[in-house]
């Protein structure tokens, strides 16, 4: 299910969830002749409950995979990753023991995830218990290290969810959905850091609070930020 594709040279990667009467997977499969033939399955995480959100970013001879798992229907998602450093050859952590776990509660929305020299950043909404779930915080974590280690997770917001997180050099750049009132009145929302995510810039919102919005994305291009969401008609 939902398969995603990368490539970098003539190295091909096609990551997928799949499950069976137990757990469900998250597989890989590599290609080292520009996808004419793949090597074996490899099983990354399984979990007796639900896998979501998986990602893929691929960096020369660096492979990076994130995902949320959860062990049951009514369990909290949390946040596992893995990283290659020799083409998805070999993994850290080793396949045989479990990836590195980066946030517990994450909810099923959305998860950013960003790679940039060393860095490798997280972002995620957990549900706040406080508001029987209504109410999201976005929480944030790097790794300066390729991923081996993750800082303790930060609250950034509150009140808000959908996240998308774009990377360049030391500059981090989020978006997500803040929400006005339950459930029509949203805004997109934005603020970047220039020192790795140590610090923030004050909010800033991209969108009328007339009607709701949905699902905003950043890219960059030859140096400028651009950013798109969706909004609910009027």
Do not use: C
Request: aromatic share 12%; no cysteine.
């Amino acid at each position: 299910l939902n398969p995603i594709v990368a490539a970098d040279g003539f190295n091909v990667y096609v990551l997928w969830k799949a499950y069976d009467a137990i757990n469900g997977h998250l597989l890989l499969r590599r290609s080292t002749n520009g996808g004419i033939a793949f090597e074996d399955i490899q099983d990354l995480g399984f979990a007796p409950g639900e896998l979501i959100n998986h990602k893929l970013i691929v960096i020369g001879s660096n492979v990076y995979v994130a995902w949320q798992q959860r062990s049951g229907t009514y369990s909290p998602f949390y946040i596992n990753f893995r990283h290659s450093t020799d083409n998805g050859a070999t993994w850290d952590p080793p396949l045989n023991e479990s990836p590195r776990e980066v946030g517990i509660g994450a909810s099923s929305d959305t998860m950013g995830f960003a790679v940039a020299g060393t860095y490798v950043y997280l972002a995620w909404s957990t549900d706040d218990p406080t508001l029987s779930g209504l109410k999201n915080d976005i929480f944030f974590s790097r790794s300066a290290d390729g991923g081996r280690i993750f800082e303790t997770p930060r609250n950034l917001i509150g009140n808000s969810y959908s996240t998308h997180l774009i990377a360049e050099g030391s500059n981090v750049y989020l978006t997500w959905v803040s929400l006005i009132s339950y459930p029509y009145q949203s805004t997109a929302q934005f603020s970047s850091s220039s020192d790795a995510g140590l610090n923030w810039t004050p909010v800033q919102t991209l969108s009328s609070d007339a009607r709701a919005a949905y699902a905003p994305q950043l890219v960059l291009s030859n140096g400028t930020l651009l950013t798109v969401w969706m909004d609910a008609p009027d």
